[in-house]
Nanobody, 116 residues
Framework: QVQLVESGGGLVQAGGSLRLSCAAS????????WGWYREAPGKQRELVAV???????VYADSVRGRFTISRDNAKSTMYLQMNSLKFEDTGVYYC??????????WGQGTQVTVSS
């Protein structure tokens, strides 16, 4: 089992920045994918940024150049640095992990609200 706990969400004005954290615990070996998704009101959950096996990082077109994903292996923590935030970045941000190529885990989510 893996537990993912997000933190760092909040209310920010457009143009501002936030940094989200995802602390992982449990059987976090053989990680195939670790990243962030978001769900805006009335919309489907969508990929924001993910680091796949081989340190391959994928960003959604809407956040590329503004958001940066990184990880601290010593702390078992993944970060999402979000700069130049826009109103449309508002939503619940979820940490996501796939281990052993078959087990999928989600965090509980953290709310990000960007005021225009």
């Amino acid at each position: 089992q893996v537990q993912l706990v997000e933190s760092g969400g909040g209310l920010v004005q457009a143009g501002g920045s936030l940094r989200l954290s995802c602390a992982a615990s449990g059987r976090t070996f053989s990680i195939n994918s670790w990243g962030w998704y978001r769900e805006a009101p009335g919309k489907q959950r969508e990929l924001v940024a993910v680091e796949n096996t081989g340190n391959r990082i994928v960003y959604a077109d809407s956040v590329r150049g503004r958001f940066t994903i990184s990880r601290d292996n010593a702390k078992s923590t993944m970060y999402l640095q979000m700069n130049s935030l826009k109103f449309e970045d508002t939503g619940v941000y979820y940490c996501h992990m796939i281990v052993l190529a078959r087990n999928e885990y989600w965090g509980q989510g953290t709310q990000v609200t960007v005021s225009s």
